[in-house]
């Protein structure tokens, strides 16, 4: 085991400090014992499960974070108007309720300081190794004992763990499409989940390209400061109105000092949102009806040329892409300075993008708000189980399957956090991810208590589970042919979970066990 991943020679007890807004790692003391978990990636879900472990007093464990702050998706969409879409008292750790959020919907850099505050408040920081990415984990069947792989300032060092947690997100890896010329492009260029804060757009000629959940929140400011701004959109999208609003100084006294109206807000957005469940899984008619007949109704509020209206209505049923949230994005396109193209781009050419009907729009900037590689879930980690079976190749050709989204057949000791079809069209991914954390804790403590050295999903009752899940994906909304992110190559939905939030928290408590076996 390496010293240095450790951290040999520092005091176990240094406080986590702050260097201005980023935090840094405070090490641990060497040891040559196994770690007991390894946790990988330091968004919500990582800090989560550190504050989980660090609450059944589990110490000897690390998270490794490939990036030089935590933060996970909320450190890397720093795009202007990155904003949550789901209500901030519910997009919020159960455990540490935040009475101050600024606005219902909060910005990004708020959701950032909360995730640096439970970090630090729950002592994460001190396991932290930050700028350590995990290239690949190894399951040494002797030792009974996950092998971990990892690449830090270049340096390639190895740990040992009994548990290998990964927490690495669906929608850490920036998709960048495969356009024609696109590498001739001599402009600036950059995606939305890398921003380029250091290049300025005012009075810049600027290209969009796509139009979902990340575009509709960055194009209004971009066109404030563009000279010019060129959207293309490939697919238009259902959008119906935010209802944010900042919270009043009075509701933030309420919350403070009554912390039952915090609560009840909390359970009053959980239970709004939950009832949406059943458009999304259940009737996708009743969508129709609800955020269909809205988004059309914001739409001809909003946009009053026939002509820009006309490319902006949606043909696939809504909710099968996700439901975009926005006051300000239709808007924004009405503006003068504002073109929307819904012709094909034919090439990127070296000052700007040409398109099918051969228009060049020459542009400065292009910004790529095309999304990410959701479905390869854990790639490019290469993660070899028993009897040397890849996990990214075995799933290549059945599509990514889990037990609950967190176990696989093969490969003990591993626990996937939002790892297939746990993602939600309807409510907060936090609340999943604590039905995860709780349910790894679960098999950590029956593993202590039996004594055993592992836990492994048994195949049949992974078979049973995903052959259950597919009948019920399939009468979704994701299944009514749209295109989406959720679907992977093959048009298999491994990324959604089909059903309530409850349901899989109910499935993930302690009935879930029985579906392991120990490892003795
Ligand atoms: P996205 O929803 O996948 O949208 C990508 C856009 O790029 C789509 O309009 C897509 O068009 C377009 N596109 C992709 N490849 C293209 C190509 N080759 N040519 C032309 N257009 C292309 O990505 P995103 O907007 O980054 O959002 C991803 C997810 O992140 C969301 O669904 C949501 O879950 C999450 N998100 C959440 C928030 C929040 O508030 N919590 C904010 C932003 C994002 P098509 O539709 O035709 O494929």
Redesign the pocket.
Known sequence: MSDSLLGAGRPPDVPPWEDGETLVAADLGSTDQPLEAVIVGAGFGGIGMAAALLRRGVRDFVVLEKGGEVGGCWRD?SYPG?????PSHLYAFSFEPKWDWSRRYAPQSEILAYLKHCARKYGVTRHLRLRTEVVAATWEEMLRLWRVDVLRDGRHEQVHTRLLITATGQ?SRP?I?S?PGIERFRGRSFH?ARWDHSWPLLGKSVAV???????V?FVPHVAELASRLTV????P?HVVARPDRPYRAWEQALFRTCPPAQALTRAYWYAAHELRALGFTRWPGLLDLLAGRAARRHLARQVTDPALHDKLIPEHAPGC??ILLSNDYYPSLARSNVELVIDE?AAVTEDGIRTEDGRLHRVDTLIY????VATDFLAPMRITGLGGVELTAWWRDQGARAYLGLSVPRFPNLFMLYGPNTNLGHSSIVYMLESQIAHVMRCHRAMRHANASGVEVIPECFERYNERLQRQIRRTVWNTGC?S?YLDAAGRNTVNWPGFTFQYRWQTGRRGLQAYRMIP
Request: hydrophobic share 40%; proline share 3%.
């Open positions: 969409n990155a904003a949550c879409d789901v929608l998709s499409p356009l939305s390209v796509g139009t979902g959940a990340s575009a929140q293309f959109q490939r697919t999208h892409k996700r781009i708000g095309t999304g990410f295109a992110w």
